[in-house]
Nanobody, 123 residues
Framework: VQLQASGGGLVQDGGSLRLSCASS????????MGWFRQAPGKEREFVAA????????TYADSVKGRFTVSRDDPKYAITLQMNGLKPEDTAVYYC?????????????????WGQGTQVTVSS
């Protein structure tokens, strides 16, 4: 499975960005997918995940209410709508896919990773 994230950029505090993740899978709804991020000097952390078919989602507490992961755009496997961005959201964002059956917040449960896209939020 090949994944490619896009849509990052520079935005001001309080702004919005929409990240997209393209997949080589014929039907990406067959696999759990998620977003992670990694800031300089920090470990990779979970952001959001969506179940197969898209019936369930889960979010990190730090982004709950501000970010939305979905499978609504037919051009992409998943998207991440980020509203109310804060400087602490600055990181490289990665999309990932898991062959496991259930949602997971743990990076080691994801088998496939795309290259990251940089999100920078200025104060």
């Amino acid at each position: 499975v090949q994944l490619q994230a896009s849509g990052g950029g520079l935005v001001q505090d309080g702004g919005s960005l929409r990240l997209s993740c393209a997949s080589s899978l014929r039907d990406s709804r067959s696999i759990v997918m998620g977003w992670f991020r990694q800031a300089p000097g920090k470990e990779r952390e979970f952001v959001a995940a969506i179940s197969r078919i898209g019936g369930s989602t889960t979010y990190a507490d730090s982004v709950k209410g501000r970010f939305t992961v979905s499978r609504d755009d037919p051009k992409y496997a998943i998207t991440l709508q980020m509203n109310g961005l804060k400087p602490e959201d600055t990181a490289v964002y990665y999309c990932a896919a898991s062959s496991r059956r259930f949602l997971s917040t743990q990076p080691n449960q994801y088998d496939h990773w795309g290259q990251g896209t940089q999100v920078t939020v200025s104060s």
